[in-house]
């Protein structure tokens, strides 16, 4: 019994950080509408920025996050400025444009090639890391401290961007166009300027994902990956555009992949999470936890 509740525990530690790493696909899809191809290479790139600024500064890799937000931020602001505003102003009549889609795609594959070529394929572990392996011992029960942490990572950053959405103006601005552009347009709200900055908090979010994955988890060029296909799981699950749907996706998915393999082998445990995928595409396109958006 004692192992089956450690399992729970720690499935619902680590689905809380795949909840953060899908955090930042739902915020970009509940304002621009479109699904970013490129969110699991932009959490791969805010894990080198964690790993090279810990390991060439010998800082904790937590405290990396007051270099990778910000220099995250800025690359997805200039990532929207530069190559999907024009989009939206050449297809203006077009709620969701798929050209947006196209090329997003192409930056998934031109990132992830960058990274091979300046890193190498070489798996890469921070080495001046004291939290790596290092586990919490709470009433026989044995707890990963890197995935605490990255609880603790994923429930301040999620409590954040809610807040912002809900209480200050910019966050306003921001669910009203989510709502509905046309309108927020006609009430005088820039819409360009709010993708750019959901996008470029979107993109924040995936880099702390990064810090909150790089004390315990390998980075390489093609980590990405391994996000890309449960993030999107996870907002279909919680419901696109729903930020706590996204965090209690990602327990679902986190308690499904510790708690089964007690009973079953890991191939049907894979199994069960793409069926329930699929269950809920055809019995709740809306997603388990939530109205269209909750913010």
Excluded at 37 to 63: I, K, R
Excluded at 214 to 243: E, R, T
């Amino acid at each position: 019994m004692i192992y089956l509740l450690e399992d729970t525990i720690n499935g619902i530690l680590m689905g809380s950080i795949y909840g953060l790493t899908a955090l930042g696909l739902t915020i970009i899809f509940g304002v621009l509408k479109v699904i970013n191809f490129a969110h699991g290479s932009l959490l791969m790139v805010g894990m080198y920025v964690a790993f090279w600024a810990a390991t060439l500064s010998g800082m904790n890799p937590y405290v990396a996050l007051i270099v990778v937000v910000p220099i995250m931020y800025a690359f997805g602001y200039l990532l929207q400025n530069t190559l999907i505003k024009p989009i939206f102003k050449a297809e203006k009549q077009v709620r969701e444009p798929i050209t947006v889609i196209i090329v997003t795609t192409g930056v998934w594959y031109i990132l992830d090639n960058l990274c091979l070529l300046i890193f190498g394929p070489q798996y890469r572990a921070l080495q001046n890391n004291p939290l790596r392996g290092k586990m919490l011992e709470i009433g026989g029960m044995m707890l990963s401290v890197p995935k605490l942490w990255g609880f603790v990572a994923a429930m301040i950053t999620a409590g954040a961007v809610y807040w912002f959405f809900q209480k200050t103006r910019m966050g306003r601005a921001i669910r009203a166009t989510s709502l509905d552009r046309e309108a927020a347009s006609l009430m005088g709200i820039n819409q360009y300027k709010v993708y750019n900055m959901a996008f470029g908090i979107g993109t924040a979010t995936a880099g702390i994902a990064g810090v909150a994955l790089i004390p315990f988890f390998n980075v390489y060029p093609s980590v990405g990956v391994l996000f890309d296909m449960k993030g999107y799981i996870i907002v279909v699950l919680g419901g696109l555009g729903s930020i706590w749907g996204a965090m209690l996706g990602g327990i679902i998915i986190g308690l499904i992949e510790s708690v089964c393999p007690q009973f079953m082998t890991a191939t049907w445990t894979e199994a069960i999470v793409y069926a329930l995928f699929l269950a809920v595409l055809f019995i709740k396109p809306s997603g388990l936890f939530g109205v269209k958006y909750d913010w």
